[in-house]
């Protein structure tokens, strides 16, 4: 399994680096990737039906508990199945798409790798790595929706589709965290186990949120469907697998692969049940609005979704198999459309579909596929669609108490869904054709064959639902926890209210098909209402948070380096300030200092008059000047306490910084005085508790009793190991010697500093 | 273990300033022996590395006295690693440089200085002495100052003002606590100051010299509220400088927060608190800072500030996993900041601009640079399994596991952030066609494309290096976290520390 996933990143590597190789027939032969795998998932087929589980454990970062451990179940192998088959469709298709554009090689790289993080997505049983091929899934469709990059429109849709994924997406990894903390294992097979754990446990409202905001961005729920509409900006083949059949579904997948782990209990079922009940109505009500043939099938996609997971919340062992089944209808008859579109759209220029009129007088094979993925989504008789929605109705039906809500709902959905089938499936094909289209024409079959394939694969599983029942669709509800249903599907239940509905349905969509004729007109009546639309609200919280960034950044950081001082020593004395007078007894004793001898009243008092000149000086020439008399007094404190070589070492590196900042400032402009009365005194104030602060602790710190062992070891040995009768010398160069080697160095520095910046000629610099 | 061979890396660092000092002007040869010497350097670190992960702790008594007594270096698995990482970086900027830098800059002493300032990182990693760290401080400051002002004009001079008169402060701030901590203790040896600093009684005034060091080593890491000089000086240096910069010179503030609050002050929970709170702040601050910008290096800049909060959250955290956690994310920062700057350097050549508006179409025009700037990019937003992601894992882990949700939704928002203003980068400078000229504008002259081919490589070899280091780190996350794992197990229990620099007996006596 592992190099099933690898392959298509080792491919995509090749295709990314040596792209441009990529002509003629040569793409077409890329698709052998995904053929190859769906076969090697197919030979899974006989082993899961008999219940068997495949494992696959490789050590990755063992000391994190992360391991490359894949897993094949009933429902790993149905999304397997589906991103290896519909991607070989998709692959074939996108040969003759894109037939001649120059990043063809490209796009085919990005199809891989989107297809390897999916396969990533739905065999790893460790969650972590489970997650970072949901994140390569997010990166892939980044890249795919922004393919035709010189469009603005797809790079911002792009952005705003990883924008909502990648953000759910880091929420769904802190939900992992928490769920592998509170279980001890990122393996999902080791969790089922602590399943009644983590239900108990105080913080499972948040785990489902974390999971929730991840699953639900991806799978375009609501309020977070805007991305996908705007997703459909990618080349069509690529709307088909990832914006559609797959990585959508990938936030399913994982509901599912939860429900026997978090599920039944009443916080679970219920938030799905709202947010998929209402993105199912949400979606199927938008989508018969719409007059873009990809607008359309994107809305009744988000339906679909919202359908699932709907279904996932109702919970009951009915719900799974309906929704199992209506996962795989979906991706035949949805993909399908889309691939219908896009050949539409390649050979006629168009998608509005209030134009595209008789085409199948110009391409009867594609009307074929059309009508049979039309009647899919509607749900008539003989095709898996009309098994699915019965499924869906049984499912509503015996869901309990709401029951009659539920199946209502659905009901609404489905009929809204068929007309956007019919509206994207049929309406293209019939009446008479437009003069403008008359000169359309087929195109290579690589395009209508498999949409057509799509259509006959729903027809024929319709026909034989049994060979899906004990094969595939029975082993996926046990994976989901359901573990003693035995499936039997079956086209034909008898009369019963189930078919009552369903007929309903098809009947209610047929007349809605008749009466609403798609328009511009109600496209913009409904535009209306976009100034109350999730995504309306989403974008107004994120200009709100770029003008709060935009003061904040200009108030903490406004050009001034004083304001800046003043914010770090406020800071300062706040943090440190209310630390001291919290946490210390403050004594301030005097008596054990030595007397202050003449000198130092001397030199202090320089000191003080140095300090005065440079906070009132106008001129930043004289403020520097009396800073550096400033460091020459200190240099008088070290003579007078017995240290000249310090001394002097300090004297030479005071004037050459003084040198150094006197040729930096001369570039500077002139020195602005602030007039602000206010400001002085908030400065003058800070700057006072400051020294005040410092103080105090130095003080405070003379109280201590002073552990002498260094400085006597280094008066006792200066002379008998040091050879040296000056103590402070002997430190300096012998027993800390490394300090004075370093301290030499930064004077070299900073003489070259101002050497070269006495020397250069600006004129050198570029 | 005792050995000479640990101050190596300074030394070398050192003696290849010295000699370039005396090739002035003759920058081919400078360029050439710095080179080399970068590169003998990092088989150094390795060997430093390796010697350490094996036989442990490693140290070099200075002048041979005793310690306490003398100044000890100190090489542990993190300090080795520090030095090592920083010596990838450095062969990398090393190599950029020659292409990368101005002949006048090189004239005018670039190398030397370059060098000086690897020897102050290198000690300030290796030093086992508190006051000898303030002293490789200086160094660090006062070379990247000269090369921020060597041959610059007016916007650089005006950021080296600011840089260094807020690092200045904080010299200031780490010298008073320095002068405090040896009033309470007679010691400036760290070990020692382990043990002494147990004993003393009055905690209050031990926390509050604690707490002098943080805002000293936080001004130089860039935390909130201290971080003002960050954004104020990365954009206007050349991009080789900008990426020592960004790739090191906060890392020297995190590396010296982590040695001081687990082996002297060991935090108590007024500390983490306000560790956690500021490691929030600076998450947001840098994350709101990083929205705005519409310079690409400026944007950089406050990412760095951003992503020096997943570090300071490890501390604020304090457990073994949050601090691997943060000890893995500095890892994978040096170097993936480090090469942030390098990619917008050729960014810079080929486009004549840092503003994103006005930047476009790389893809078109630098498919196969882009791919590998892409990948540079992922990396730092933390794409899994790239580098940035894993050290995240543990830092959710111990939030959750302290209950520290804030930090958390914290940590969701800067990552949140961060990926989506490199996907707008990336939408803008690289997909974007590029916009069409103002009038009076004159045409920018593709600076990269007209460089020699071997000029080309020394400036994309340095930038595929790194990226593969981050690949690697990426892929092979187990070693780097097991690595991590260690470090932080020994910052947990400082004792092998102590009794490789005072000897065994140090920790019976008391």
């Known amino acids: ?766 | 273990m005792t050995s000479n061979f640990i101050i190596l890396p300074l030394l070398l660092h050192m003696a290849t300033a010295i000699v370039l000092m005396f090739l002035w002007k003759r920058i081919t040869a400078q360029r050439i022996i710095s080179v080399i010497s970068n590169i003998v350097i990092l088989i150094v670190g390795i060997l430093l590395f390796m010697q350490t992960w094996k036989t442990g702790i490693i140290t070099m008594q200075a002048g041979n006295w005793p310690a306490p007594f003398g100044i000890t270096f100190v090489a542990d698995v993190f300090s080795s690693t520090m030095v090592l990482f920083t010596s990838i970086s450095a062969l990398a900027v090393s190599i950029y440089s020659t292409v990368g830098i101005n002949r006048a800059r090189m004239k005018y002493g670039y190398f030397p200085i370059f060098h000086f300032l690897f020897m102050g990182l290198n000690g300030a990693f290796l030093t086992g002495d508190v006051f000898n760290l303030y002293v490789w401080f200086e160094i660090v400051i006062i070379s990247s100052f000269v090369l921020m002002t060597l041959g610059g004009k007016k916007p650089q001079m005006e950021s080296a003002i600011k840089y260094v008169a807020m690092n200045m402060l904080a010299s200031v701030i780490f010298l008073t606590a320095i002068a405090i901590l040896y009033g309470l203790t007679g010691s400036l040896n760290m070990a020692d100051l382990s043990i002494k600093i147990a004993q003393i009684e009055n905690r209050g005034l031990v926390n509050i010299t604690g707490l002098l060091f943080f805002i000293g080593f936080g001004i130089k890491s860039a935390v909130f509220p201290l971080y003002y000089w960050l954004p104020s000086s990365y954009h206007t240096p050349p991009s080789a400088i900008a990426a020592i910069f960004g790739g090191l010179l906060t890392k020297v503030g995190i590396y010296a927060l982590f040695r001081f609050f687990t082996l002297i002050f060991i935090p108590n929970e007024f500390i983490t608190t306000a560790f956690s709170l500021i490691a929030v702040a600076t998450l947001i601050t840098g994350a709101l800072g990083s929205i705005i910008k519409r310079d690409m290096r400026r944007m950089f800049s406050y990412l760095i500030v951003c992503h020096i909060g997943f570090m300071i959250a490890g501390l604020g955290l304090f457990t073994e996993v949050a601090l691997a956690g943060a000890l893995f994310y500095l890892f994978h920062d040096i170097i993936v900041k480090t090469n942030l700057f390098l990619v917008s350097g050729i960014i810079y050549r080929i486009k004549g601009t840092m503003n994103m508006p006005k930047l476009g179409g790389l893809y078109a025009e630098y498919p196969k640079l882009s791919l590998i700037m892409a990948i540079v990019f992922f990396s730092l937003v933390g794409i899994p399994p790239l580098s940035g992601f894993w050290p995240k894992i543990n830092l959710f882990q111990a939030g959750f596991f302290g209950g520290n949700y804030l930090l958390i939704v914290a940590m969701i928002i800067a990552s949140f952030v961060t990926l989506y203003v490199i996907a707008k980068m990336w939408t803008e400078a690289f997909w974007k066609t590029a916009p069409p000229l103002d009038p009076d504008e004159k045409a920018y002259i593709d600076g990269f494309t007209v460089l020699r081919p071997f000029s080309k490589l020394l400036l994309v070899f340095p930038v595929v290096m790194l990226m593969m280091v981050s690949l690697y780190i990426g892929f092979g996350a187990e070693n780097i976290m097991v690595i991590s794992k260690h470090i932080a197990a020994q910052m947990m229990d400082t004792s092998p520390y102590i009794k490789a620099v005072l000897g065994n007996e140090a920790l019976n006596i008391q």
């Open chain 1, 1 to 766: 399994m592992l190099l099933a996933i690898l392959s298509g990143f080792l491919i995509a590597i090749c295709l990314l680096f040596l792209g441009k190789q990529l002509k003629g027939n040569l793409p077409l032969a890329v698709s052998i990737l995904p053929i190859t795998l769906f076969v090697y998932f197919c030979t899974f087929l006989p082993g899961i039906g008999e219940g068997q589980t495949f494992f696959q454990h490789i050590p990755w970062i063992p000391s994190m508990g992360i391991h490359l451990d894949f897993k094949l179940d009933g429902l790993s192998l149905l999304f397997s199945l589906l991103i290896t088959g519909i991607g070989s469709l998709v692959f074939l298709y996108s040969s003759s798409y894109l037939k001649g554009h120059i990043y063809i090689g490209r796009f085919y790289g990005y199809l891989c790798v989107f297809m390897a993080s999916m396969l990533g997505v739905v065999l790893s049983d460790n969650l972590l790595v489970l997650f970072v091929f949901w994140e390569l899934t997010a990166i892939s469709s980044f890249f795919l929706i922004g393919f035709n990059n010189d469009n603005e429109a797809s790079r911002k849709s792009s952005l705003l589709a990883w924008a909502i994924t990648g953000g759910g997406g880091f929420f769904l990894m802190a939900g992992f965290i928490l769920i592998g903390n509170v279980s001890g294992t990122y393996s999902l097979q080791e969790m089922l186990s602590s399943s009644e754990l983590l239900k108990s446990h105080f913080l499972y409202a948040i785990m489902l949120f974390l999971i929730f905001a991840g699953a639900f961005t991806k799978s375009a729920q609501f309020p977070f469907h805007f991305w996908l509409p705007g997703a459909m900006k990618a080349p069509t083949p690529v709307s088909a697998y990832l914006h559609s059949a797959t990585m959508v579904k990938a936030g399913i997948y994982l509901i599912a692969r939860f429900t026997p782990i978090l599920g039944n209990h009443p916080y679970w079922n219920n938030t799905l049940l709202i947010v998929g009940g209402i993105t199912m109505v949400y979606g199927a009500f938008h989508s018969i609005f719409r007059i873009d043939l990809k607008g359309i099938l994107a809305y009744s996609t988000i339906s679909a979704l919202g359908i699932l997971v709907f279904l996932l919340g109702i919970g009951t062992h009915d719900a799974l198999l309906a929704a199992s089944v209506f996962i795989l209808v979906h991706a035949f008859y949805k993909a399908g459309l889309f691939l219908i579109a896009g050949v539409i759209d390649h050979e006629t220029g168009t998608r509005d579909v209030s134009q595209l009129a008789g085409l199948r007088k110009v391409m009867a094979p594609l009307a074929i596929a059309g009508g049979l993925a039309a009647l899919s989504s509607a749900g008539i008789p003989l095709t898996l669609s009309f098994v699915s929605k019965d499924l869906i109705y049984e499912a509503t039906l015996n869901s309990g108490n709401s029951a009659l809500l539920f199946t209502l709902i659905a009901i609404l959905t489905n009929i809204f869904l068929s007309y956007s089938g019919y509206l994207a499936g049929i309406k293209p094909f019939v009446g008479s054709l437009p003069a403008k289209f008359s000169e359309v024409h087929l195109p290579s079959g690589f395009m209508w064959l498999p949409p057509l394939f799509l259509g006959l694969g729903g027809l024929l599983f319709g026909l034989f639902p049994s060979l899906l029942d004990s094969s595939l669709i029975q082993p996926v509800i046990h994976a989901m926890g359901a573990n003693d249903t035995v499936v039997s599907l079956k086209l034909w239940h008898g009369f019963n209210t189930v078919l009552m509905l369903s007929a309903l349905t098809i009947v209610c969509g047929i007349i809605l098909y008749l009466i609403l004729k798609p328009s511009l007109k109600r496209l913009n009546a409904i535009g209306k209402l976009d100034s109350f639309s999730p995504q309306t609200i989403f974008m107004s919280l994120a200009k709100g948070t770029k003008f709060i960034a935009l003061r904040y950044t200009k108030f903490m950081h406004n050009g001034f380096l004083r304001s800046y001082l003043t914010k770090i020593i406020f800071f300062l004395v706040c943090l440190i300030g209310y630390y001291l007078i919290r946490n210390v007894d403050i004594q301030l004793y005097t008596d054990k200092h030595t007397a202050i001898s003449m000198y130092e009243a001397i030199v202090f008092s320089i000191m003080i008059v140095a300090i005065f000149t440079i906070v009132f000086s106008p001129s930043r020439f004289v403020a520097i000047i009396s800073l550096s008399v400033m460091g020459y007094c200190m240099c008088l404190f070290f003579v007078y306490y017995g240290a000249p070589d310090l001394a002097m070492t300090q004297f030479t590196i005071d004037t050459l910084t003084t040198v150094l900042f006197v040729l930096v400032l001369l570039k500077l402009p002139p020195y602005l005085r602030i007039k602000d009365k206010a400001a002085q005194v908030r400065d003058g104030f800070l700057a006072g508790a400051f020294g005040i602060l410092i103080s105090v602790i130095a003080l405070q710190v003379l109280n201590e009793p002073t552990n002498k062992n260094i400085s006597r070891f280094y008066a006792d040995n200066a002379y008998l190991l040091g050879k040296g009768k000056n103590v402070v010398n002997v430190i300096l160069v012998d027993f800390r010697g490394y300090d004075t080697l370093v301290e030499i160095t930064v004077l070299t520095i900073a003489a070259i500093g101002v050497y070269s910046m006495l020397k250069i000629q600006s004129s050198e610099i570029e």
